[in-house]
């Protein structure tokens, strides 16, 4: 699924108008024991309820495609009897109606996930009417072309609030605060199908992570039974490893410069584009010698290339660029400025030894105290034999 694709299903859990016809939910305590398991018709619900379940549904559904947002595809295998997909296609079909299934289901959960707290497990089942397009790609919502059938999961962090006073109206007083279970946004989730090319793909689904670097691998191994890529800290540090190999010693500041010029304007020509922007070996070797790499710098490539295993794994142009900053890391000092004015930085040779040079602005501070640049301005100048009162 890309980016529009995304957001046209996101825009089905409206409050006013949500296309969710029924939602179960199992609420699984520390020890992996059931507290509480339930099964409603979504609109029979009170409306704070339905907006407050809305409000995490779309959060399933945000982030950055490929690095929040990840679509995975089931192996043949997971396809036949007795498949992880196999299920979640009898989930669907039956509409959320076959309580062995959903128990089956929150089992699968309960049994496979990592999670040492408190935990709510959501599973919706719901329709959308695909609207036609026209021949100007608006949409027709009087000519649906068929009906789009899914099922979505949110696997929700539950805590404890914290204790202290609160006001009381009734009593006009401060009182002691009563410690509620607050169920959170999702940390894990995905949709079944997949909505690519505005059709149902039963072959796919989209999953989610809150955080991009704990990609829950149990759940796709176990529960979904798809493969994950590098996550996208492991992507961009594949791409820097692959950068230093190729340059090796002639990898100076002003090459990790030009690597990140480069890979902003490579972002910013794509930005319209709702995929995201792979790079495999052909597109990197490409990139590299834009980046003035030489023949003997691309043999480099082409040897660290074949040799590391992880590079077989899709990298994302998104995923390995720092398009709003450029860092600079020593063992003693860290230098952060923003990447449209890389213009700034400047090396130079001074007795044989190279400096990071950086021009001092008129508004400079140190720990918070304006200074004056050497060399600006003085106030009073006083001759030396000049008596002071």
Same mark, same amino acid.
């Given at each position: 699924?890309?980016?529009?694709?995304?957001?046209?299903?996101?825009?089905?859990?409206?409050?006013?108008?949500?296309?969710?016809?029924?939602? !179960?939910? !199992?609420?699984?305590?520390?020890?992996?024991?059931?507290?509480?398991?339930?099964?409603?018709?979504?609109?029979?619900?009170?409306?704070?309820?339905?907006?407050?379940?809305?409000?995490?549904?779309?959060?399933?559904?945000?982030?950055?495609?490929?690095?929040?947002?990840?679509?995975?595809?089931?192996?043949?295998?997971?396809?036949?009897?007795?498949?992880?997909?196999?299920?979640?296609?009898?989930?669907? #079909?039956?509409?959320?109606?076959?309580?062995?299934?959903?128990?089956?289901?929150?089992?699968?959960?309960?049994?496979?996930?990592?999670?040492?707290?408190?935990?709510?497990?959501?599973?919706?089942?719901?329709?959308?009417? +695909?609207?036609?397009?026209?021949?100007?790609?608006?949409?027709?919502?009087?000519?649906?072309?068929?009906?789009?059938?899914? +099922?979505?999961?949110?696997?929700?962090?539950?805590?404890?609030?914290?204790?202290?006073? =609160?006001?009381?109206?009734?009593?006009?007083?401060? $009182?002691?605060?009563?410690?509620?279970?607050?169920?959170?946004?999702?940390?894990?989730?995905?949709?079944?199908?997949?909505?690519?090319?505005?059709?149902?793909?039963?072959?796919?689904?989209?999953?989610? $992570?809150?955080?991009?670097?704990?990609?829950?691998?149990?759940?796709?191994?176990?529960?979904? %039974? =798809?493969?994950?890529?590098?996550?996208?800290?492991?992507?961009?540090?594949?791409?820097?490893?692959? $950068?230093?190999?190729?340059?090796?010693?002639? =990898?100076?500041?002003?090459?990790?410069?030009?690597?990140?010029?480069?890979?902003?304007?490579?972002?910013?020509?794509?930005?319209?584009?709702?995929?995201?922007?792979?790079?495999?070996?052909?597109?990197?070797?490409?990139?590299?010698?834009?980046?003035?790499?030489?023949?003997?710098?691309?043999?480099?490539?082409?040897?660290?290339?074949?040799?590391?295993?992880?590079?077989?794994?899709?990298?994302?142009?998104?995923?390995?660029?720092?398009?709003?900053?450029?860092?600079?890391?020593?063992?003693?000092?860290?230098?952060?400025?923003?990447?449209?004015?890389? /213009?700034?930085?400047?090396?130079?040779?001074? #007795? %044989?030894?190279?400096?990071?040079?950086?021009?001092?602005? /008129?508004?400079?501070?140190?720990?918070?105290?304006? $200074?004056?640049?050497?060399?600006?301005?003085?106030?009073?100048?006083?001759?030396?034999?000049?008596?002071?009162?």
């Amino acid at each position: 699924m890309n980016k529009k694709e995304v957001l046209e299903i996101r825009k089905l859990f409206k409050p006013d108008d949500c296309r969710v016809n029924k939602i !179960c939910a !199992c609420y699984v305590d520390g020890h992996k024991e059931k507290i509480l398991q339930t099964k409603d018709a979504f609109l029979s619900l009170p409306e704070e309820e339905i907006f407050k379940y809305t409000d995490i549904f779309k959060k399933t559904l945000s982030g950055q495609i490929g690095k929040n947002l990840i679509n995975l595809e089931f192996p043949l295998a997971e396809e036949e009897e007795g498949g992880r997909q196999r299920m979640l296609m009898a989930l669907r #079909d039956t509409r959320l109606d076959d309580q062995e299934l959903i128990d089956a289901f929150f089992d699968s959960v309960i049994r496979s996930y990592l999670y040492p707290d408190h935990y709510l497990i959501l599973l919706i089942h719901g329709t959308y009417d +695909v609207p036609g397009r026209s021949s100007s790609n608006d949409e027709m919502f009087d000519a649906s072309d068929y009906v789009y059938n899914y +099922v979505m999961c949110s696997i929700c962090p539950v805590t404890l609030s914290k204790p202290g006073l =609160c006001y009381n109206a009734a009593t006009n007083a401060f $009182i002691d605060k009563v410690q509620d279970w607050m169920v959170q946004m999702p940390e894990v989730g995905f949709l079944f199908p997949a909505f690519t090319d505005r059709n149902t793909d039963i072959h796919n689904l989209l999953y989610y $992570i809150r955080n991009a670097e704990q990609m829950h691998p149990e759940v796709t191994d176990e529960i979904l %039974g =798809c493969t994950l890529p590098l996550s996208a800290g492991d992507q961009k540090h594949t791409f820097e490893a692959i $950068i230093e190999e190729t340059f090796k010693d002639d =990898c100076s500041f002003d090459t990790a410069l030009t690597v990140q010029k480069n890979l902003n304007a490579l972002l910013e020509g794509k930005k319209e584009e709702p995929e995201p922007t792979p790079l495999g070996k052909n597109e990197i070797k490409r990139f590299l010698s834009d980046c003035g790499a030489k023949a003997k710098h691309l043999e480099h490539f082409e040897e660290a290339y074949d040799n590391d295993r992880t590079t077989d794994a899709q990298l994302l142009a998104s995923n390995i660029a720092t398009p709003k900053k450029i860092e600079v890391k020593t063992d003693d000092f860290k230098i952060s400025i923003d990447a449209s004015r890389q /213009d700034l930085l400047e090396t130079r040779i001074i #007795d %044989g030894r190279e400096y990071l040079l950086i021009p001092v602005s /008129d508004n400079v501070t140190v720990n918070g105290i304006h $200074i004056h640049a050497a060399g600006g301005p003085t106030d009073d100048v006083y001759e030396e034999d000049e008596e002071i009162f």
